[in-house]
Every structure is written in structure tokens, then in C-alpha cells.
């Protein structure tokens, strides 16, 4: 995948995203801009989406208002706490976008992505809640660009939330339920054969495996979670006792 990543203000070429996205085995194009002067910075950006015609764009901060006002037609965007209503020219994204930001960003306020996806006519599912500040650097921020990148490139939806999912119940042993990724799953608890809803991550990975005690009759059960690259996901548990 080729990926074009635009900094951010004050910030350099190699960071730690554009270096995390080159040891995934992605060819990353990411070029010098210019700090002081947001026309001269969005001219080389389009110099280099002109040149190299990535599968995505990527910006960060500053460079996630420079990833909306590039022109780069259909090409998919992935903005980490974008800083369009301070720097940028365009205020709408396209559909086949998404957002990353954290609540404990106190640059850039997590509002200001909420805005941004309600003005440009799209679902909150849009934006990807992660980490606990403005760098998103963090192991679950940086899994988190990565799979927004994979997800947009290969054509894939983003995952969609249900309402009221329909679902079949089963009291079988280790029974497996699909879901949405992003959304709930469902397991059926071995000791007392509930079906427990529970949320699912996709920046904790495409394969999780946790103990959790369920909330009916309290027996621990090792929950596995499987996400797909189509964003479904699957789900089911074993009791904890099984694995001694």
C-alpha cells in the first residue's frame, strides 16, 4: 500500500506514525512542509499526491486539514486530530474517510471531529475514539491508523452498528456469534448459559483473547474475539477451568 503522510505543525518527516506504517511494510511518502506557510505546504503535498498517486492520504493535525484540502479525487483519507477549523480551507470530507481523535486531546478538541463528520452529512461511526492525547502515538492508536488505512484501501466498509441486531439464541458449548467490529458481540456463558453482550475493540487486534467473569452467575470465562478484514467479527467463550 502506498500512503502518503502529511505532518504536523512543528512536527518532522520519520515520525513515529509514518515510521510505525513503514515497519507494517507500507511504502510511505512522506514530505517536509512547510510550518509558516499553509498555501506553500498544501502546494507540496499536491506536488507529491500528483507524483506519487497514493492509495491513501494520511494527515495529522495540521497535516490532516492539509489531507482535506488536497485534491486527490476518490483516493481515501485518514485524519488523526485533524486541525481543520484552524488551519484548513475545506470543512466536509468525503464519505470514504475516517477519523481518529482522543477525548484527552487539549490541542485539538475531540468536538472539532464531531463537527466535521455532522457537517459533512455522516454517521459518528466515522470517528475512532483512541488513545489519551493530541499524539496518537500510543500501540493502540498507531494498530488503529494502520487498520483505518487497510480498511478504506481495500474497499471495505466501515463496520456499521445495528440498532437492534437480530440474533439467533443457542445454548451449545462454545458457540460462536458474529458482529460488526467496532460494535457488540454476543458469547453464551458455559456454566450458566446466558447469552452476554459485550462491546468490541478493533484497535486491541484482529485476534483477542481476555478472562472475563460473567455478569449473571460470576464464573469466569476466556473470551476470544476474532475480527476479519472485512470488519466482521467472531465470538465465544470456554470456561476459564478448561485451560488449567
Known amino acids: 500500500m502506498k500512503i502518503l503522510f502529511l505532518h504536523g505543525w512543528k512536527s518532522v518527516p520519520g515520525g513515529v506514525k509514518p515510521s510505525y506504517l513503514r515497519e507494517q511494510g507500507h511504502e510511505v511518502v512522506n514530505p517536509s512542509l512547510d510550518d509558516d506557510d499553509y498555501d506553500l505546504a498544501l502546494r507540496v503535498a499536491q506536488e507529491h499526491a500528483d507524483a506519487h498517486r497514493p492509495d ?5 493535525s495540521r497535516g490532516g486539514a492539509l489531507a482535506i484540502d488536497v ?5 481515501p483519507r485518514v485524519l488523526l486530530c485533524p486541525a481543520w477549523r484552524k488551519f484548513g480551507r475545506s470543512h466536509v470530507i468525503p464519505a470514504n474517510t ?6 484527552g486531546d487539549d490541542i485539538i478538541p475531540f468536538e472539532d471531529s464531531e463537527d466535521l463528520v ?3 452529512g455522516l454517521s459518528a461511526d466515522r470517528i475512532l475514539e483512541v488513545g489519551s492525547d493530541h499524539r496518537l502515538a500510543d500501540p493502540q492508536s498507531l494498530a488503529a ?36 467490529a467496532d460494535a457488540e458481540g454476543v ?29 449473571v452467575c460470576c464464573r469466569a470465562n476466556v473470551i476470544h474475539v476474532e475480527i ?17
Not at 485534491?71 to 483516493?75: A, H
Not at 441486531?165 to 445454548?171: A, Q, V
Not at 458455559?190 to 481476555?210: F, H, R
Not at 470456554?238 to 488449567?244: I, M, V
Request: charged residues 30%.
Open 56 to 60: 491513501v492520504v494520511v494527515g495529522s
Open 71 to 75: 485534491q486527490v479525487g476518490s483516493t
Open 98 to 103: 475516517f477519523v481518529l481523535h482522543s477525548r
Open 118 to 120: 455532522a457537517d459533512s
Open 145 to 180: 491508523m494502520e487498520w483505518a488505512c487497510r480498511m478504506l484501501v481495500e474497499g471495505q466498509t466501515l463496520p456499521d452498528v445495528d440498532d437492534q441486531p437480530s440474533r439467533t439464541r443457542s445454548r451449545t458449548r462454545g458457540s460462536r456469534r458474529s458482529a460488526r
Open 187 to 215: 458469547y453464551v456463558c458455559d456454566a450458566c448459559g446466558e447469552e452476554i453482550v459485550i462491546p468490541l475493540d478493533v484497535t486491541e487486534g484482529s485476534q483477542q483473547e481476555y478472562v472475563e467473569d460473567c455478569p
Open 228 to 244: 476479519d478484514d472485512d470488519g466482521s467479527a467472531r465470538v465465544w467463550a470456554e470456561p476459564e477451568q478448561d485451560r488449567d
